[in-house]
T-cell receptor, first 113, second 115 residues
């Protein structure tokens, strides 16, 4: 158990819908990262927050957004969902913004029908 | 450009065999970090090791060992006396000190260990 929690574990929804994925980092970790794992794209970095502020953006679509709250939990919002958004979404946390090891949550499997 | 290549898509071995997973990286940074993660069938990503570019010492942890060679831009992972529980997908990843903290992952190597 990495100490990073993600909810829900599974999410099934329809095209055009909007969903919110939630992540709680390990106790004391200020940095949160979101990654997407899909069959065709592999594991890709989406976005990083550090202590409430956006720190880096990767291949995140404009339909996707994220935020980190004062209690350090983070949410990833996916809207106008398409079939191709079906993937495993991971949240990771680390103790600092420097590339210390990132500890990953169990992931949320999103299926868009 | 930063890139991680894991040329071996899938490897199958019989229990107790040694197996080496290859990882080759590309980066222009002089300071960077290399990682290995394990993804068992249950799906979570488990951190195994982090190495920084200034530390070329090889590392051993139980049955696991890592060989970091800057001259060939490789960071290979060897499992000695493999076990069925080692069956998983293994990912090599790179993070550049001057380029945010994101991890750039390879495509992974699926290891199947048969009894």
């Amino acid at each position: 158990d990495s100490g990073v929690t993600q909810t829900p574990k599974h999410l099934i929804t329809a095209t055009g819908q909007r969903v919110t994925l939630r992540c709680s980092p390990r106790s004391g970790d200020l940095s949160v990262y979101w990654y997407q794992q899909s069959l065709d794209q592999g594991l890709q970095f989406l976005i990083q927050y550090y202590n409430g502020e956006e720190r880096a953006k990767g291949n995140i679509l404009e339909r996707f957004s994220a935020q980190q709250f004062p209690d350090l939990h983070s949410e990833l919002n996916l809207s106008s969902l398409e079939l191709g958004d079906s993937a495993l979404y991971f949240c990771a946390s680390s103790t600092a913004p420097r590339p210390y090891e990132q500890f990953f949550g169990p992931g949320t499997r999103l299926t868009v029908l | 450009a930063q890139k991680v290549t894991q040329a071996q898509t899938e490897i199958s071995v019989v229990e107790k065999e040694d197996v080496t997973l290859d990882c080759v990286y590309e980066t222009r940074d002089t300071t960077y970090y290399l990682f290995w993660y394990k993804q068992p069938p249950s799906g979570e990503l488990v951190f195994l090791i982090r190495r920084n570019s200034f530390d070329e010492q090889n590392e051993i942890s139980g049955r696991y060992s890592w060989n970091f060679q800057k001259s060939t831009s490789s960071f290979n992972f060897t499992i000695t006396a493999s076990q069925v529980v080692d069956s998983a997908v293994y990912f090599c990843a790179l993070s550049e000190a001057g380029n945010t903290d994101k991890l750039i992952f390879g495509t992974g190597t699926r290891l199947q260990v048969f009894p």
